[in-house]
């Protein structure tokens, strides 16, 4: 099964952490990404950029309505992904725990849902 493993952290943590420490948490995010793809687990991660670096697109009232910024008023934001394949959903749990930015929030453990289409293409 697929799951999204969403980074939450408040930015300002990750913000004031020193470049060293930074770098260091770089570091061993990319060597566990690296673990788990040996292992198969990792299909996808990245990082996300500043949530004001992003942009909202809507339709409201027939028109595309474009924000800049975050999406909602929070303390926390999304600063990155993994996509993972894992057996059941406690095992992207026990993934989901070492993940090393776990350390400055949290991560969200969603199951992936398949869609299907009513009519196969042809």
């Known amino acids: 099964m697929k799951y999204l493993c969403s980074v939450i952290c408040d930015e300002k ?7 060293s420490a930074s770098q260091a948490l770089t570091d061993e995010s990319l060597a566990f990404d690296q673990t788990l793809r040996d292992r198969g687990h990792l299909i996808a991660a990245q990082a996300l950029e500043p949530v004001s670096a992003a942009t909202m697109v809507r339709i409201r009232n027939g028109k595309v309505s474009v924000t800049d910024g975050p999406f909602a008023e929070t303390n926390e934001q999304i600063g990155g992904f993994l996509l993972i394949e894992a057996k ?3 095992e992207a749990i026990q993934l989901a725990s070492k993940i090393p930015s776990i350390r400055l929030g949290g991560i969200e453990v969603r199951p992936i849902k398949e869609l299907f289409a009513s009519k196969p293409n042809k």
């Open 13 to 19: 943590n990750l913000e004031a952490l020193s470049e």
């Open 88 to 90: 059941d959903l406690n």
